[in-house]
């Protein structure tokens, strides 16, 4: 069975920083789009960022460029999101989310419709 698992959510000051991780087990996803997701509460859920392919230059969404960084090991599972110079305004569950092929339109990339096997999410908090 395919799974995403996150990890490295946490309490953090404003300002402050964080790394999450994203290991899949069950399949690889190296050839696949990738992205991380979040959700506040009562908010829809928002593209944070995300590749196309493994050697895809990633996309970010305009409220996180500058501050936060995706990547992604070749030919292995993990993604990441360095996250830097957090803000109360992204406090929310940050999900890892994989398509079943390559993507290699933008817009294509932020649509969480996209993706076909999520993680469970992990917590994200950023006091002021």
């Known amino acids: 069975q395919v799974q995403l698992v996150e990890s490295g959510g946490g309490l953090v000051q404003t300002g402050g920083s964080l790394r999450l991780s994203c290991a899949a087990s069950g399949r690889t996803f190296s050839a696949n789009a990738m992205a991380w997701f979040r959700q506040a509460p009562g908010k829809e859920r928002e593209f944070v960022a995300g590749?196309?392919?493994?050697?895809?230059?990633?996309v970010y969404a305009d409220s996180v460029r500058g501050r936060f960084a995706f990547s992604r090991a070749p030919a292995k599972n993990p993604v990441f999101l360095q996250m830097n110079a957090l803000k109360p305004e992204d406090t929310a569950v940050y999900y890892c989310a994989a398509s079943n092929d390559a993507i290699y339109l933008s817009w294509r990339i932020m649509r969480p419709t996209q993706y076909n096997t999520w993680g469970q999410g992990t917590q994200v908090t950023v006091s002021s």
């Open positions: 590749a196309g392919s493994s050697g895809s230059s990633p």
